[in-house]
Structures are given as structure tokens and as C-alpha cells.
């Protein structure tokens, strides 16, 4: 028999649940060609009365039998003593693993070599008697303790990270829901013996859990461990975040031994959550909404940027606490000047242009200061007029109603609204008449790439950049600023691209 312990470094156990034999065995089978080293087949979901030899004859590694109760968070509907009955028949017919509930495992004696894996499951929180649950689980008769809470604030994963490190038996120690999804990824860094993923999207088995790609082919899980750098992305919401995507990748691109995680921060948690994952430690973070101006705000090194702007969305780890940087506004020029002229010897001069900017929220505010430090005439227009005064005020630019955009004269348009992003695909923040042969149009939304502005300026013949650049651009400089190293732009892009096609953005919405 193949056996998988704690040794063998971080592995991956897929989890299967079907309703159906047929399903599970594809889903078993389909498991082990991806590269699965160890599959949870979850008994409580199959509708049927288990038929063990019709599992285990396609068996591709080891696998573990577990029947969930309900309030572990299973399917099981039958009497607890029918479940024991089935849990060590599961041990006989040839299962390699075994999970039992730590108030079951006394009562279940070992069998052979079939290992054991004692668990405790908590759906509302991590309960104050954690450590002696523990304490007492690492006592019990079995080769790996698995501990699954509820995570309520960022800073538990860290706490958890802790028991994982510190544990005298071989720990998995996970922090379910959003808030929690660090310790999935960062689990096998502290020596937890494996982690849990789901075989696919569709079919997630626990609140926060990752499929088996996203923890193979975006996190690498296998692969990080001790020495591994971590940075990560604070927001909140950020589940759908691209950044994992590119960073991990070009971490990967030019063999950095990092791993970049992303972090659901709630508003107001940001200096808390920074404290305590200094015990990570965590190298270095990008920052999003809703935290960019509170993290100008930290003691540390600023860059001129964000001391002119007050927004941060790049934090850097070093000895005098957080170097604060922004990569928007850079980004934003770089972009337009690129588009401009492609060529690098003859950088375009923005001084010459007068650009109307759509919006006056945060993505307005990054290139309406990268603009105006261009030296370009630059105009607001936005649906609040307030709030396009203050970003006027704030940046030296002009204001425009909202209901003149299209009498504005400019050589620029440049889209910072939301209008026009996912779902809303079918709208525009300008009509299309006002897109005149030549006019540069500018549009700040990637999801999707091709918005209704971006086909109605191609259309027009204007000339057309989308938001896609600007984004690659950001977390390149950032990527730079963690590494030192020079960022693969080409590889960036096609990452955001290939995640924003069609069929990938149906699926995430
Ligand atoms: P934000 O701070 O929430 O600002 C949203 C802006 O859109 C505000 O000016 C708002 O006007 C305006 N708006 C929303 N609905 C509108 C409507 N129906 N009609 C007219 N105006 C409307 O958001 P943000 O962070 O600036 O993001 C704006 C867009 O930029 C997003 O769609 C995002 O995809 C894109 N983005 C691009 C990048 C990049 O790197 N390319 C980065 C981040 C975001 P009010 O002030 O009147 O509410």
C-alpha cells in the first residue's frame, strides 16, 4: 500500500462527493490523472448504501473513508451506530486512511495499517477550549489530527498557523470560511501533513475551500514550504482578485521560491491584521479597496506618490517598519504614454493633451494625478458633481457636468466608472456619437476587456486602451518592488487576459 505522511511535505487531499457511484469513481479516477497523491472519498454523500469494491478497484492512491455528520458540516442522515458500522467496514475493504471524529475514534479500533486520522469540526467558530481540544486530540490513538473552525477575523488563520507549528502530532489545522482561506495555502508551510481541496468549483465541500487547480496550478501548495517568501493581497471582497494569478505566476516565471495569498481583510481590521501576520512573517502586500487611503496611513517610508495622494496599494516589509508605495498612478502614465507611442526611444509628451476623465473615485483619482503630473489638461466629469469638485480641488484639474461630457473638448476620453463592467456589459458612460475618428479612448475596466466603450471607439476609429495594461502594469511595478527583479510583462498579460476570457468570467459570475 502507498502511504502518504507527514515526511512526504505538503500534499493535497482531493475531496469526492457524489450522490452517485458512477460519479465518484469518475471523479476518483479523473482525480488521479491530474496528479492527485490523496483522495478523501466523502461516504455521506453517495445516496445508494456504499459499494466499497466498486470504489476501490480504481483507487489511483491513498484514500481516506470518512462518513460526515451533519453538524460537522456531512450529509450523513442515518443513526450514528449505522455510521460506525460503515466506517469499519470502510477500514476492512481496503480504505488506506480513516477519519473519525474525536468522539468516536476510542470506540473504533485500529485495523492492520490502515491509518488514522482523528478530526474535530466547528461550523460556528474557533471555541475557547481550542488548545485543550487539541491537546486532548494529540493524545488519541491516530497518525494525523485534523482541526477544522470557523474563522471570524483575518488574524485567526495566524493563531492556527501557530497550533500547526507548535502541534506534537502531525496537525491540519484549517480556518474555514473567506477569512480563513490563508490557511489553506499556508498550512503545509508550517508543517501541516496535507490540506483539503475540492475536485472542482462546482463542488466545494467546506465554506472557503480552494479547488485541486487552484492549489496545484495558482498557489503551487506542493511546492511551498519553510523557506518559502509569502506576500498576499489585502481587500475586501478579494475572492476574485487577479493578483494571485499574476504574482504566483511570475513568481514561478523566474523560480522566486514566494507565494502570494490573498487576504479578506474587513474595513478597520488593517492595522490589527498587519501586527499580527508579522509572525508569517508576510514580505510584502498589494492593498486594494477598501484599505488604500488607511494604509497611507502607516508609519514607514512613503513614497512621493502616496504623500500626494494619501493612497497606498503597494506595503513593503523592511527594518524601519512598511515602505509605502503607489502603483497606480505610474501605471496609469505608463500606460498612456505606451499606447501614445510605442515606441521607448520617443517617450509621448502628455503636456500637449487635454484628457476628459470619466468618474472621480479611486481609479479617476490615480490617473487624474498621473495626468495632471504629466502636465495635461485634465477635466472631471462625474455623476456626483461633489465629489468630481474635491478630485478637481485635490489635483489642480477642471470640472464638467456630468450631463456636458459629450460638449467637452478633448483629445483624450478616458473612462473611470464603473459603467460598462460586468454584468452590465450592454452600457456606456458616453454615446457612442461622441467617439470621434482619432479620439484617444481610454478605458480603465478589464472585466471584461472589450467593453461596449472599447467596441464602439474601435468601431469609430479611435484609438482604443484598455484597462488590461494599466492593471499588468500596476502589479508589475509592485512585483518589482517586492523581488527586485524585473517583471515578465508579456507572461503578466496573458495570465489577465486568459482569466478574463469569456467563458472564465461566466464562470466566476
Ligand atoms: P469607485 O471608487 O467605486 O468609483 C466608481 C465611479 O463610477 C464613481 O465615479 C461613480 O460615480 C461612477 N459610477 C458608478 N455607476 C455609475 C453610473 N451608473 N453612471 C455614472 N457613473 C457611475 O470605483 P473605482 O475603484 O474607481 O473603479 C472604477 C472602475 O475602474 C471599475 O469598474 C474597475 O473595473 C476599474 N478599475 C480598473 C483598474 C485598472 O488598473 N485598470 C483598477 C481598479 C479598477 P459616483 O461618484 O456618482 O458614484
Not at 143 to 165: E, F, G
Not at 390 to 417: F, Q
Amino acid at each position: 500500500m502507498a502511504s502518504m505522511t507527514s515526511s512526504d511535505g505538503a500534499t493535497i487531499c482531493v475531496v469526492v462527493g457524489r450522490t452517485r457511484h458512477k460519479m465518484m469513481q469518475i471523479e476518483i479516477q479523473e482525480a488521479g490523472k491530474r496528479g492527485a497523491r490523496l483522495i478523501e472519498v466523502r461516504l455521506d454523500f453517495l445516496a445508494k448504501a456504499p459499494d466499497f469494491g466498486r470504489l476501490l478497484e480504481i483507487k489511483p492512491c491513498p484514500m481516506i473513508a470518512t462518513v460526515r455528520r451533519a453538524p460537522d458540516g456531512g450529509r450523513w442522515s442515518g443513526t450514528e451506530e449505522e455510521r460506525l458500522v460503515l466506517l469499519r467496514q470502510a477500514i476492512a475493504a481496503g480504505f488506506d486512511w480513516v477519519d473519525l471524529e474525536t468522539d468516536v475514534i476510542d470506540s473504533v479500533p485500529r485495523f492492520k495499517d490502515v491509518k488514522r486520522i482523528v478530526s474535530y469540526h466547528n461550523l460556528r467558530e474557533i471555541p475557547d477550549d481550542i488548545e485543550d481540544i487539541h491537546a486532548g486530540m494529540c493524545r488519541q490513538d491516530a497518525d494525523v489530527v485534523k482541526i477544522a473552525v470557523t474563522a471570524h477575523h483575518p488574524t485567526d488563520v495566524v493563531y492556527m498557523l501557530d497550533l500547526i507549528r507548535n502541534s506534537p502530532k502531525p496537525l491540519v489545522g484549517i480556518c474555514m470560511g473567506e477569512l480563513g482561506v490563508a490557511s489553506r495555502i499556508l498550512g503545509g508551510r508550517a508543517g501541516a501533513p496535507f490540506t483539503y481541496a475540492a475536485f472542482n468549483r462546482e463542488r466545494s465541500m467546506a465554506p472557503g475551500m480552494l479547488t485541486f487547480d487552484d492549489m496545484r496550478k495558482v498557489y503551487h501548495y506542493e511546492e511551498v514550504n519553510a523557506t518559502t517568501t509569502v506576500y498576499g493581497v489585502i481587500g475586501d471582497p478579494v475572492a476574485h482578485s487577479l493578483s494571485p494569478l499574476i504574482h504566483n505566476r511570475s513568481f514561478r516565471e523566474l523560480g522566486i521560491n514566494a507565494v502570494y495569498v490573498p487576504f479578506r481583510v474587513p474595513r478597520g481590521e488593517l492595522p490589527l491584521f498587519l501586527k499580527e501576520f508579522q509572525a508569517v512573517p508576510v514580505q510584502g502586500y498589494s492593498v486594494t479597496l477598501p484599505h488604500k487611503e488607511t494604509a497611507a496611513t502607516l508609519p514607514g517610508e512613503k513614497d512621493t506618490v502616496v504623500a500626494a495622494i494619501h493612497a497606498a496599494n503597494t506595503l513593503l516589509r523592511n527594518e524601519n517598519g512598511w515602505r509605502l508605495s503607489n502603483t497606480d498612478v505610474p501605471a496609469a502614465a505608463d500606460s498612456i504614454r505606451a499606447a501614445l507611442s510605442p515606441d521607448d526611444a520617443h517617450p509621448a509628451d502628455l503636456q500637449a493633451h487635454t484628457a476628459l476623465i470619466l468618474g472621480a473615485g479611486g481609479v479617476a483619482r490615480a490617473v487624474a494625478h498621473a495626468l495632471h503630473r504629466e502636465g495635461a489638461a485634465v477635466i472631471i466629469a462625474n455623476r456626483t458633481l461633489e465629489r468630481a469638485q474635491r478630485l478637481a480641488e485635490e489635483t489642480g484639474c477642471r470640472v464638467a457636468e456630468w450631463a456636458t461630457r459629450h460638449n467637452v473638448t478633448c483629445d483624450m476620453l478616458i473612462n473611470c466608472t464603473s459603467v460598462g463592467m460586468y454584468p452590465n456589459m450592454d452600457e456606456s458612460p458616453v454615446h457612442h456619437s461622441a467617439l470621434k475618428p482619432g479620439l484617444f479612448v481610454f478605458e480603465t475596466i478589464y472585466t471584461p476587456e472589450q467593453t461596449l466603450l472599447v467596441k464602439e471607439a474601435k468601431a469609430r476609429e479611435c484609438k482604443v486602451l484598455t484597462g488590461v495594461d494599466m492593471f499588468v502594469r500596476q502589479a508589475a511595478l509592485q512585483f518589482e518592488l517586492f523581488t527586485g527583479r524585473q517583471a515578465p510583462l508579456e507572461v503578466m498579460r496573458t495570465v489577465v487576459r486568459r482569466a478574463l476570457s469569456p467563458v472564465a468570467i461566466r464562470d466566476e459570475g
